[in-house]
């Protein structure tokens, strides 16, 4: 059997009330966006602005610190939650139970004012929006036939640019009042989950999974990098997302201490400028890039070629660390960005190894997603503090995108 045959959802048991693929992809669009606006919103705007407060001198150090030991959680969760949806054979309770617990994370952040409880916050943040988010990935692969998988990834993808351009506009007009703006984006997760567990029933795939011993858990939750497709996607999607957040997790600080903005502009101003045009080149090359490479049946080439554009777009603000120049770099890396992730998405879906561990392999590719994360900060701040500024930054950021690029190449079973 096929790995595309083996990835066919299973439509005996729909349910009654079946929103049909157009509705359900709206709604996956709406569950997607709300999780990005918190990870954009909190992670790039309210996050850095509450710990510059609290201590504005070590601000670069503490958000590296709270950046990775909460990408610990998010790590951690997002598969766990993945393997235990998969086990129970549904989604709707993990995608509920998680936004609801993100809310009580989210209020509980916007209440605290020292580093420590900022750090635990946003750790439970992370760990929350990651049970919220395994469940929701898993929706597409259930229910979305191979043959589409681009067209479905790419509308998905269109979460990124309007729940990015969202979060950022909402962080940037709360800045000054962050107790509201934590507890609108909790509230934005919760009605978004609302809405989609409501008018999506979830459909059973098979029966629950029987207990498996402990001593062969761990050995089955990473059987999917053995592989070799599955793992090449994996390294591939890790470095691309490793050289993007080394740079955009540290955005707001680079307009406020590397960047010349115009006379009376703030950073955080600048970032409501900047979002919408990346966010805009994103959504349209999200659209493109899943749409022609469903009409093209290739995925290798659109992943491969927007990687190592996000790789050599990063010397824009070395050579031009202007206003100007981030308007270009911005709206380069939305186009590089957008493409990579709606094409590499639709990519994975075709090289998971078994479709009734999907929620658990795809928990697992998140690792890409989330572990980068681990490092970024610590290596960002790093490289900030003692080689010299935000140059060096965007030079290694550029470097990983380059050799994320490279790591398409080996996988076989995808064109």
């Given at each position: 059997?096929?790995?595309?045959?083996l990835?066919?959802?299973?439509?005996?048991?729909?349910?009654?009330?079946?929103?049909?693929q157009?509705?359900?992809?709206?709604?996956?669009?709406?569950?997607?966006?709300?999780?990005?606006?918190?990870?954009?919103?909190?992670?790039a705007?309210l996050?850095?602005?509450?710990?510059?407060?609290?201590?504005?001198?070590?601000?670069?150090?503490?958000?590296?610190?709270?950046?990775?030991?909460?990408?610990?959680?998010?790590t951690?969760?997002?598969?766990?939650?993945?393997?235990?949806?998969?086990?129970?054979?549904?989604?709707?309770?993990?995608?509920?139970?998680?936004?609801?617990?993100?809310?009580?994370?989210?209020?509980?952040?916007?209440?605290?004012?020292?580093?420590?409880?900022?750090?635990?916050?946003?750790?439970?943040?992370?760990?929350?929006?990651n049970?919220?988010?395994?469940?929701?990935?898993?929706?597409?692969?259930?229910?979305?036939?191979?043959?589409?998988?681009?067209?479905?990834?790419?509308?998905?993808?269109?979460?990124?640019?309007?729940?990015?351009?969202?979060?950022?506009?909402?962080?940037?007009?709360?800045?000054?009042?962050?107790?509201?703006?934590?507890?609108?984006?909790?509230?934005?997760?919760?009605?978004?989950?609302?809405?989609?567990?409501?008018?999506?029933?979830?459909?059973?795939?098979?029966?629950?999974?029987?207990?498996?011993?402990?001593?062969?858990?761990?050995?089955?939750?990473?059987?999917?990098?053995?592989?070799?497709?599955f793992?090449?996607?994996?390294?591939?999607?890790?470095?691309?997302?490793?050289?993007?957040?080394?740079?955009?997790?540290?955005?707001?600080?680079?307009?406020?201490?590397?960047?010349?903005?115009?006379?009376?502009?703030?950073?955080t101003?600048?970032?409501?400028?900047?979002?919408?045009?990346?966010?805009?080149?994103m959504?349209?090359?999200?659209?493109?890039?899943?749409?022609?490479?469903?009409?093209?049946?290739?995925?290798?080439?659109?992943?491969?070629?927007?990687?190592?554009?996000?790789?050599?777009?990063?010397?824009?603000?070395?050579?031009?660390?202007?206003?100007?120049?981030?308007?270009?770099?911005?709206?380069?890396?939305?186009?590089?960005?957008?493409?990579?992730?709606?094409?590499?998405?639709?990519?994975?879906?075709?090289?998971?190894?078994?479709?009734e561990?999907?929620?658990?392999?795809?928990?697992?590719?998140?690792?890409?997603?989330?572990?980068?994360?681990?490092?970024?900060?610590?290596?960002?701040?790093?490289?900030?503090?003692?080689?010299?500024?935000?140059?060096?930054?965007?030079?290694?950021?550029?470097?990983?995108?380059?050799?994320?690029?490279?790591?398409?190449?080996?996988?076989?079973?995808?064109?």
């Amino acid at each position: 059997m096929t790995t595309n045959e083996l990835i066919q959802p299973h439509r005996p048991h729909a349910a009654a009330k079946d929103p049909g693929q157009r509705g359900l992809m709206l709604l996956l669009l709406v569950a997607n966006a709300s999780m990005l606006a918190v990870y954009m919103g909190v992670g790039a705007v309210l996050l850095p602005t509450q710990i510059a407060a609290i201590d504005p001198a070590n601000k670069v150090a503490i958000l590296g610190v709270v950046g990775g030991v909460s990408a610990v959680f998010a790590t951690a969760f997002n598969p766990i939650a993945g393997a235990l949806s998969d086990r129970t054979g549904r989604r709707n309770p993990w995608i509920m139970g998680g936004a609801l617990a993100s809310l009580v994370g989210l209020a509980f952040l916007g209440n605290v004012h020292t580093a420590l409880l900022v750090g635990i916050g946003w750790c439970l943040v992370q760990a929350t929006m990651n049970i919220y988010q395994a469940a929701v990935t898993a929706v597409v692969p259930d229910r979305i036939p191979a043959a589409r998988r681009g067209t479905a990834s790419a509308l998905v993808g269109l979460a990124l640019p309007v729940g990015g351009t969202v979060g950022v506009l909402i962080g940037s007009q709360t800045a000054d009042h962050l107790r509201t703006g934590y507890l609108v984006f909790g509230v934005m997760v919760a009605g978004a989950a609302l809405l989609l567990t409501t008018f999506c029933r979830d459909v059973r795939r098979t029966a629950p999974a029987p207990a498996v011993p402990r001593r062969e858990q761990l050995a089955a939750f990473l059987s999917a990098l053995s592989h070799h497709d599955f793992r090449w996607a994996f390294i591939g999607r890790a470095l691309m997302v490793l050289g993007y957040f080394s740079v955009v997790g540290y955005q707001l600080y680079i307009l406020d201490d590397h960047i010349a903005l115009p006379a009376g502009m703030k950073p955080t101003a600048a970032m409501a400028i900047l979002t919408p045009v990346s966010m805009a080149a994103m959504a349209l090359s999200t659209v493109l890039g899943g749409i022609m490479s469903d009409r093209l049946d290739r995925r290798k080439v659109f992943v491969g070629v927007s990687a190592a554009l996000a790789g050599f777009v990063m010397i824009v603000p070395v050579i031009s660390p202007t206003w100007a120049g981030m308007l270009v770099f911005s709206a380069l890396n939305g186009l590089a960005f957008g493409c990579f992730m709606a094409v590499d998405t639709a990519l994975v879906t075709l090289v998971l190894p078994r479709a009734e561990d999907a929620a658990r392999d795809m928990g697992v590719l998140n690792i890409a997603n989330a572990g980068p994360q681990i490092i970024a900060p610590f290596v960002a701040s790093v490289i900030v503090t003692t080689l010299g500024g935000y140059t060096p930054l965007f030079l290694v950021g550029g470097a990983l995108s380059l050799v994320g690029a490279l790591a398409i190449l080996p996988i076989r079973s995808v064109r």
